[in-house]
């Protein structure tokens, strides 16, 4: 099966400005960062797509990934509605990096964490 809920590891190594779509000019932290997603089909392409540095920058995630180095993903089986649940347990455990970040389509305060390399 090749569907569920994923998060991206995305290491920056240096603190920068990244324009995000709508999201405008933010600040990113040197550091590691917790993508919470999902794909319901063709996920093991999504991942695929989050370490690529060449595309068309679609999603919010895509505008960091061209930046950060994946350094790997954890996968869960489960539908969409557990991405939602897996921001919330990351949001227990990091900082909130964006809010709004990757989740324009649910209620949740962001998707994306952050942590001083080092720190986790």
């Not at 400005?17 to 392409?45: D, E």
């Not at 370490?51 to 954890?74: F, N, P």
Request: with cysteine.
């Amino acid at each position: 099966m090749d569907s569920g809920v994923y998060i991206a590891i995305f290491r920056l190594d240096k603190t920068c400005y990244i324009k995000v779509g709508s999201l405008g000019r933010l600040a990113f932290q040197k550091g590691l960062y917790f993508y919470a997603g999902s794909a319901q089909k063709n996920l093991s392409a999504r991942l695929a797509r989050h370490a690529r540095q060449d595309k068309v920058l679609r999603w919010h995630i895509d505008y960091l990934s061209v930046q950060a180095e994946l350094l790997g993903a954890i996968v869960i089986q489960g539908g969409r509605e557990r991405e939602c649940e897996l921001a919330g347990e990351l949001g227990r455990m990091y900082e909130l990096a964006v809010p709004g970040f990757g989740s324009s389509d649910c209620c949740c305060q962001g998707h994306l964490f952050y942590a001083q390399e080092g720190s986790w």
